[in-house]
C-alpha cells in the first residue's frame, strides 16, 4: 500500500499543521477528531481525508470559533474514502446562545482564552490569533491581522485584536519560565508587518512642504510596535512622519530635532527606567526656524514608562492611539490633509498608549 493510503504518524500531521502532537491528541480526547482508522487499535495513523479534517479545525479555531463548535464543523467534511467530499458545512458554525459572531463588534463574553493564553474578555478576533500564534500559523495570523484591519480600522484593530494579544503572549512567558517567547517573537513580526503595509498602501503624505512628525523610542528602549501603530495612522491621515525606531542615542535624538525642524515629536517609554524627562524637556525647548517666527515642536510623551503627572509647558501625555493621532492631526489642521480616516474600509463592518 503506499504512504498515503498507510497514513501518516500524529507527529508528522503535527508538524504539518503547525500545532504539537499534544493538541492534536487533545482534539481526539475532547472533541472526537481522531483519525477514522487505527492500526492495532493503538498506533493512529492520519489519512488524507482525516489530515482534512484537522486543517478545517486549526482553519476554525483561528477564526476565533470555539475549539467546541469548530470540531463539530471540522467532523463534516471528512473526506470519503472513495474520494467524495461530504458537504460542506456553513463557513462559520451555529455559535451558542450569548456567544458573539467574530465579525462582531462587541465583545466576546466567553471565558478561557487562545490555547491557554490569559487573554479575558476580548474580541473573539483576537482569541483566533492568540490560537495562531500558539500554534506559530504565520499565514493564519497575517490573514486575520489584514482582516481585522479592513473590518474595524486601524485604531480599533490595534487596541481591541493586537494589543490584547501582545500582552496575553508576554504575561504567559512572564509565568512560565520563558516559554513562549518564539511565540512572542512570531507576532511581534507579523505585528509589525500588518503596520507597516497599513502605512505603505496609505495615500502619500498630503501636507505638502509641511514640518514632519518625529517618532523615537527613548535610549535603551526596544519597544517600537506602539510607535508603528501610530506611523500608521499618521500615514492614513496623509501627515508626513519620520521613524526612528528604537533605542536612538541622546545625541542623535537632539541633532534629528535641529535637522528636521517637526512640527511634533513623540518619545516613547515603555518603563520607568527609559523615561528621561530632562531630555523631553530639551526637545520642547528646541527652536528653529527664521529669526523671529522661531517655533517649538510639540513633544508626545507616549508609553507606560512617563511619570502621570501633568507634563510642562510645550509637552503632552496622550492616553491611547487615537487622542495622540488627534492631537497631532490638530497641529496640521491648516494644512490641509486629506488622508483616509482611520476607521474600517468603506463597504467594511462596522496600548498600549501610544
Not at 36 to 41: L, T
Not at 69 to 79: G, Q, T
Not at 223 to 244: D, I, N, Q, S, V
Not at 263 to 270: D, G, I, K, P, Y
Request: one cysteine or more; hydrophobic letters at 40%; aromatic letters at 4%.
Amino acid at each position: 500500500m503506499s504512504g498515503a493510503a498507510l497514513g501518516v504518524s500524529t507527529g508528522a500531521v503535527a508538524r504539518r499543521l503547525g500545532v504539537s502532537p499534544t493538541t492534536v491528541r487533545s482534539w481526539e480526547q475532547r472533541y472526537g477528531i481522531g483519525p477514522a482508522v487505527r492500526e492495532d487499535g493503538r498506533h493512529r495513523r492520519w489519512r488524507p481525508e482525516d489530515v482534512a479534517m484537522l486543517e478545517e479545525m486549526c482553519r476554525l479555531t483561528s477564526s476565533g470559533i470555539p475549539p467546541a463548535e469548530a470540531a463539530r464543523a471540522a467532523l463534516a467534511v471528512r473526506r470519503r474514502p472513495d474520494g467524495d467530499v461530504c458537504p460542506d458545512p456553513p463557513r462559520t458554525p451555529p455559535q451558542p446562545r450569548g456567544a458573539e459572531a467574530p465579525g462582531s463588534t462587541s465583545r466576546a463574553r466567553r471565558p478561557g482564552s487562545g490555547n491557554g493564553l490569559p487573554l479575558g474578555e476580548v474580541r473573539q478576533e483576537c482569541r483566533g490569533l492568540a490560537r495562531a500564534a500558539v500554534r506559530l500559523d504565520g499565514p493564519a495570523m497575517e490573514a486575520l491581522l489584514q482582516q481585522a484591519l479592513g473590518t474595524h480600522g486601524l485604531v480599533t484593530a490595534w487596541d481591541e485584536v493586537m494589543v490584547p494579544t501582545l500582552h496575553a503572549v508576554g504575561r504567559k512567558w512572564e509565568s512560565t519560565d520563558n516559554r513562549y517567547v518564539e511565540v512572542e517573537h512570531l507576532l511581534s513580526w507579523h505585528v509589525s508587518t500588518a503596520l507597516r503595509r497599513a502605512a505603505v498602501t496609505a495615500p502619500r503624505a498630503s501636507a505638502s512642504g509641511a514640518a514632519p512628525v518625529l517618532l523615537a523610542c527613548l535610549p535603551g528602549e526596544q519597544h517600537t510596535l506602539p510607535l508603528e501603530a501610530l506611523a500608521a495612522g499618521l500615514a492614513k491621515r496623509g501627515l508626513p512622519t519620520r521613524m526612528f525606531g528604537a533605542a536612538v542615542p541622546a545625541a542623535a535624538l537632539r541633532a534629528a530635532v535641529c535637522r528636521s525642524g517637526p512640527a511634533a515629536v513623540v518619545l516613547w517609554s515603555q518603563s520607568r527606567s527609559t523615561a528621561d524627562t530632562a531630555l523631553a524637556r530639551h526637545m520642547a525647548a528646541t527652536a528653529f526656524g527664521l529669526k523671529g517666527a522661531r517655533t517649538a515642536p510639540l513633544v508626545l510623551l507616549a508609553g507606560p514608562g512617563w511619570p502621570v503627572r501633568a507634563p510642562t509647558a510645550g509637552m503632552v501625555r496622550p492616553h491611547g492611539l487615537r487622542e495622540a493621532l488627534d492631537v497631532i492631526a490638530a497641529l496640521y489642521a491648516g494644512a490641509g490633509p486629506a488622508g483616509e480616516a482611520d476607521g474600517p474600509a468603506p463597504g467594511a463592518g462596522a496600548p498600549s498608549h501610544p
